[in-house]
């Protein structure tokens, strides 16, 4: 799809995460949601205008809604063959609570 590998493509957001996040921030784990981080619908938006132009192919300005994290959008725009599951509201939650346990 992209001509870059999943793995690069997941490198790549979590810089940009990252970088958004600034100095000092928690690390960036691929498989949390971006709104976890903070990101709203601009900045999903800007991002993907970033991405769509470090890739060279167009990306729709809701990739990050249709695939809410680094991962399954690397999977996604990586061009590989396994799914990447999207999470659904539930199984948010659920992580969510289980990190605030922790």
């Given at each position: 799809?992209?001509?870059?590998?999943?793995?690069?493509?997941?490198?790549?957001?979590?810089?940009?995460?990252?970088?958004?996040?600034?100095?000092?921030?928690?690390?960036?784990?691929?498989?949390?949601?971006?709104?976890?981080?903070?990101?709203?619908?601009?900045?999903?938006?800007?991002?993907?205008?970033?991405?769509?132009?470090?890739?060279?192919?167009?990306?729709?300005?809701?990739v990050a809604w249709d695939h809410p994290t680094a991962h399954?959008?690397?999977?996604?725009?990586?061009?590989?063959?396994?799914?990447?599951?999207t999470a659904d509201a539930s199984s948010v939650s659920a992580?969510l609570a289980e990190l605030e346990e922790s």
């Amino acid at each position: 799809m992209s001509g870059r590998s999943a793995a690069e493509i997941e490198a790549w957001l979590l810089e940009r995460l990252r970088a958004r996040l600034g100095p000092g921030a928690e690390p960036v784990d691929a498989h949390l949601p971006f709104s976890y981080y903070g990101l709203d619908s601009l900045d999903a938006v800007a991002l993907a205008a970033e991405l769509e132009e470090w890739l060279g192919v167009e990306v729709t300005p809701d990739v990050a809604w249709d695939h809410p994290t680094a991962h399954a959008v690397s999977i996604y725009l990586g061009g590989s063959t396994t799914d990447a599951p999207t999470a659904d509201a539930s199984s948010v939650s659920a992580l969510l609570a289980e990190l605030e346990e922790s």
